[in-house]
Antibody, heavy 118, light 107 residues
Framework: EVQLVESGGGLVQPGGSLKLSCAAS????????MKWVRQAPGKGLEWVAS????????YYVDSVKGRFTISRENAKNSLHLQMNSLRAEDTAVYYC???????????WGQGTLVTVSS | DIQMTQSPSTLSASVGDRVTITCRAS??????LAWYQQKPGKAPNLLIY???SLQSGVPSRFSGSGSGTEFTLTISSLQPDDFASYYC?????????FGGGTKVEIK
């Protein structure tokens, strides 16, 4: 069974940093691209970042470029999102998700809440 | 960036109704469109991929159609478990973008 479990969320002050992780199991992690998607409270879904299977290419939404870094450790079946210079508007539930090679997203984690507030 | 416009934003319907949700892309995305269902406090769940392919395990009352810039999600006979929010998402090009969502409520 495919499982994606996010961790690392919490309360952080504006300007602070946080690192999210996503532990993958039940599939060959190094065979799949991955992505992060977020959802602000009461709002819709927003794609944040994606990474190819081998980590060679990374893509970001403009609003996080230069502040967030997506990475993966295939040997540990883990996906990460390093978030720096956090802003109030980054407050959201962050989901990791698995992609097929054509970009279809088929499995999502349960999400982890990040709250940026003083 | 490709903008995805979803309508309606809210839909009131009864069990057994046929429901249609529309998603329009600001430019052609071929058939690179997915539909997701999301229930409160839960992660999204893939219903349809490549505009019209039904994800494994999803009931056949769900169907998708369209290509280019106009797409629809149809629920042929609304069931109690279907009251939820629905989102379209294009994956033709980066940045990946979602529609604003449609909340299907009980009439």
């Amino acid at each position: 069974e495919v499982q994606l479990v996010e961790s690392g969320g919490g309360l952080v002050q504006p300007g602070g940093s946080l690192k999210l992780s996503c532990a993958a199991s039940g599939f060959s992690f190094n065979s799949y691209p991955m992505k992060w998607v977020r959802q602000a409270p009461g709002k819709g879904l927003e794609w944040v970042a994606s990474i190819k299977r081998d980590g060679s290419e990374k893509y970001y939404v403009d609003s996080v470029k230069g502040r967030f870094t997506i990475s993966r450790e295939n040997a540990k079946n883990s996906l990460h999102l390093q978030m720096n210079s956090l802003r109030a508007e980054d407050t959201a539930v962050y989901y990791c998700a698995r992609l097929w090679s054509d970009g279809t997203t088929d499995h999502w984690g349960q999400g982890t809440l990040v709250t940026v507030s003083s | 960036d490709i903008q995805m416009t979803q309508s309606p934003s809210t839909l009131s319907a009864s069990v057994g109704d046929r429901v249609t949700i529309t998603c329009r892309a600001s430019q052609s995305i071929s058939n690179w469109l997915a539909w997701y269902q999301q229930k409160p406090g839960k992660a999204p769940n893939l219903l349809i991929y490549k505009a019209s392919s039904l994800q494994s395990g999803v009931p056949s009352r769900f169907s998708g159609s369209g290509s280019g810039t106009e797409f629809t999600l149809t629920i042929s006979s609304l069931q109690p478990d279907d009251f939820a929010s629905y989102y379209c998402q294009q994956y033709n090009s980066y940045p990946l973008t979602f529609g604003g969502g449609t909340k299907v409520e009980i009439k």
